[in-house]
């Protein structure tokens, strides 16, 4: 009895850590957006290619934009529809 609930126990486990990893929020997030107004609603101040863009905003006047991992995806995924002026942020703002 003692060696099956161990093994229970591991099986519990191995789901449970299974499931979290197919549900990370990285995964769920959208990417591709059609308007700046979608995307601001998910990214207030929209989203750079780097720090340094980002920064460039900053000093702009305007809000600082994500630049992380998924925001740099998600700028990749849109730049060329949603950075029209072409200063490495999407939908500054």
Known sequence: ??????????????????????VGPADAAQTSYSSCAKLQKDFKHGVS?????????????????AYGTHAQKVYWANESRLDRDKDGTACEG
């Open 1 to 22: 009895m003692h060696r099956s609930l161990r093994t229970l126990a591991v099986l519990v486990s191995v789901v449970a850590v299974v499931g979290l990893a197919e």
């Open 49 to 65: 290619k780097s720090k340094a863009a980002a920064q460039k905003q900053v000093r702009q006047g305007y809000g600082m934009p």
